[in-house]
Nanobody
């Protein structure tokens, strides 16, 4: 079955950076778009970024939520069944659990805490 396992979360100072990883298994990874979402305590889950499957060849294969454009970068390594999220210039309000997603499947999330 589909498994998504996130890692790389932790504590960062405002303005800091982290790289999140999500290792996928149970499906043909390269053929699926992958997404990152986040959810802060007491708030709704928010779209962060997505990357298209390797079959997408029509230009930029990534999309970002408006609040993270220019600071976050999503990428994938199909040989390692892994999708990454490089997050830069972190803000305290971005403290949240970050989730990897493929259609109806979700990982358990990795916590990112931004504070000084």
């Amino acid at each position: 079955q589909v498994h998504l396992v996130e890692s790389g979360g932790g504590w960062a100072q405002p303005g800091g950076s982290l790289t999140l990883s999500c290792v996928a298994s149970g499906f043909n990874f390269s053929r699926y778009s992958m997404n990152w979402f986040r959810q802060a305590t007491g708030k709704e889950r928010e779209f962060v970024a997505s990357i298209a499957s390797s079959e997408y060849t029509f230009g930029d294969n990534t999309r970002y939520g408006d609040s993270v454009k220019g600071r976050f970068t999503i990428s994938r390594d199909n040989a390692k069944n892994t999708v990454f999220l490089q997050i830069n210039s972190l803000k305290p309000e971005e403290t949240a659990k970050y989730y990897c997603n493929r259609s109806l499947f979700w990982g358990q999330g990795t916590q990112v805490t931004v504070s000084s």
